[in-house]
C-alpha cells in the first residue's frame, strides 16, 4: 500500500492550494480517508475525512474554507483549502483506513502560509 501527497508549498495569506494524495494497494472505493496536519510544535490533528461514498467531516476550524473530494476511479483524494491563514502551516497527511484493516499514511507534504 502506497499513499503519496503532492501539491504542497509556500502561499500567502487568503490564498490556495490543492493537496492530492493517489493511492495504491488499496480497495480505494471502500477505504475511508482523511487528511491530517502537524502544525509547527503541535501534535498530529485530523482536518477531514471522507468516506468510500463520498461524505465529508471537517473540524471546526477548516469548516467552510476547505473541501476533501475523492475519485473512486483515480484512487485519489484532495484537499482543496481556500482562504489559508498562518495558522494552516504545517505538514499535511492522508490517511487510509481499508475495510478490516489498520490505517495506512502517507509521508506528508509541507504547507506553508506566509507572507
Known amino acids: 500500500v502506497q499513499l503519496v501527497e503532492s501539491g504542497g508549498g509556500l502561499v500567502q495569506p487568503g490564498g490556495s492550494l490543492r493537496l492530492s494524495c493517489v493511492t495504491s494497494?488499496?480497495?480505494?472505493?471502500?477505504?475511508?480517508m482523511a487528511w491530517y496536519r502537524q502544525r509547527p510544535g503541535k501534535q498530529r490533528e485530523l482536518v477531514g475525512t471522507?468516506?468510500?461514498?463520498?461524505?465529508?467531516n471537517y473540524v471546526d476550524s477548516v469548516q467552510g474554507r476547505f473541501t476533501i473530494t475523492r475519485d473512486n476511479t483515480k484512487d485519489t483524494v484532495w484537499l482543496q483549502m481556500n482562504s489559508l491563514n498562518t495558522e494552516d502551516t504545517g505538514v499535511y497527511y492522508c490517511?487510509?483506513?481499508?475495510?478490516?484493516?489498520?490505517?495506512?499514511w502517507g509521508q506528508g507534504t509541507q504547507v506553508t502560509v506566509a507572507s
Open positions: 490517511k487510509a483506513t481499508p475495510p478490516n484493516k489498520r490505517d495506512y
Open positions: 494497494g488499496l480497495i480505494f472505493r471502500l477505504s475511508g
Open positions: 471522507i468516506t468510500g461514498t463520498g461524505r465529508t
